[in-house]
T-cell receptor, first 113, second 113 residues
Framework: DAGVIQSPRHEVTEMGQEVTLRCKPISGHNSLFWYRQTMMRGLELLIYFNNNVPIDDSGMPEDRFSAKMPNASFSTLKIQPSEPRDSAVYFC???????????FGEGSRLTVL | GESVGLHLPTLSVQEGDNSIINCAYSNSASDYFIWYKQESGKGPQFIIDIRSNMDKRQGQRVTVLLNKTVKHLSLQIAATQPGDSAVYFCAENRAGGYQKVTFGIGTKLQVIP
C-alpha cells in the first residue's frame, strides 16, 4: 500500500489567495483526519470524518477553513482567503479502527506571505 | 481544560543508554494512549499503544508505562540508537465511539554517538 498521500508537499502563496490541500487515505480506512502542526501549538486536530461524514470540526479555526470528503478515497482542506498565520504543516491521517493507529501522510507545508 | 503535555522538551541521551520520555495527561475519560515518533520532514509514525486497563506494554526495544493514579505516561527506549533521534508525542483517545486523538507538544530526543 502506498500509504496516505498528500498534495502538494509544499505551497507558497500570497495572503488572500485560496489554498486547497488534498489527501488520499489508505484504501479501506473509514476514518480521516486533518491536523495542523506549528511550533507554537503543536499538532492540532482540525476535523475528522468517519465514513465520509464530518464527525467533529470543532478544531477548524474559523470560517475561512473548510473540509470535504466527497468519497472514501479523497478529501480536501480549503483555506479561503489565506493569511500568514495559516502558515504551518498540514497533515492528513487515516485509520481503520476506533480507537486505533493513525497513519499519517508526509504533510503539506504551507507558507502564506 | 483537557490537554496532554510533556515535561521535557528536549532529551539528550548517549548511544546505547536507555531513554525515558514522560508525558502527563489531564483527561480522566481517556482510556487509550499512543506514542508516536516524528522524524524531520515526515509525518508522525505509530510506535506503541496502551489501554487504560493495562499498566505496562512492551514492544521491540520500547516499553510504555501507564500510571492512572497520577495521570502519567512514559515511553522507555532500550539501547537507544542514532535512528531513534526524533520528536516523540504522546497522544490520548477517548474510546467508545469518537476517535478524537489529542497530541501533546512533543519531546525531542537527541542521541549522542
Amino acid at each position: 500500500d502506498a500509504g496516505v498521500i498528500q498534495s502538494p508537499r509544499h505551497e507558497v502563496t500570497e495572503m488572500g489567495q485560496e489554498v486547497t490541500l488534498r489527501c488520499k487515505p489508505i484504501s479501506g480506512h473509514n476514518s480521516l483526519f486533518w491536523y495542523r502542526q506549528t511550533m507554537m501549538r503543536g499538532l492540532e486536530l482540525l476535523i475528522y470524518f468517519n465514513n465520509n461524514v464530518p464527525i467533529d470540526d470543532s478544531g477548524m479555526p474559523e470560517d475561512r477553513f473548510s473540509a470535504k470528503m466527497p468519497n472514501a478515497s479523497f478529501s480536501t482542506l480549503k483555506i479561503q482567503p489565506s493569511e500568514p498565520r495559516d502558515s504551518a504543516v498540514y497533515f492528513c491521517a487515516s485509520s481503520s479502527q476506533s480507537p486505533g493507529e493513525l497513519f499519517f501522510g508526509e504533510g503539506s507545508r504551507l507558507t502564506v506571505l | 481544560g483537557e490537554s496532554v503535555g510533556l515535561h521535557l522538551p528536549t532529551l539528550s541521551v548517549q548511544e546505547g543508554d536507555n531513554s525515558i520520555i514522560n508525558c502527563a495527561y489531564s483527561n480522566s475519560a481517556s482510556d487509550y494512549f499512543i506514542w508516536y515518533k516524528q522524524e524531520s520532514g515526515k509525518g508522525p509514525q505509530f510506535i506503541i499503544d496502551i489501554r487504560s486497563n493495562m499498566d505496562k506494554r512492551q514492544g521491540q526495544r520500547v516499553t510504555v508505562l501507564l500510571n492512572k493514579t497520577v495521570k502519567h505516561l512514559s515511553l522507555q527506549i532500550a539501547a537507544t540508537q542514532p535512528g531513534d533521534s526524533a520528536v516523540y508525542f504522546c497522544a490520548e483517545n477517548r474510546a467508545g465511539g469518537y476517535q478524537k486523538v489529542t497530541f501533546g507538544i512533543g519531546t525531542k530526543l537527541q542521541v549522542i554517538p
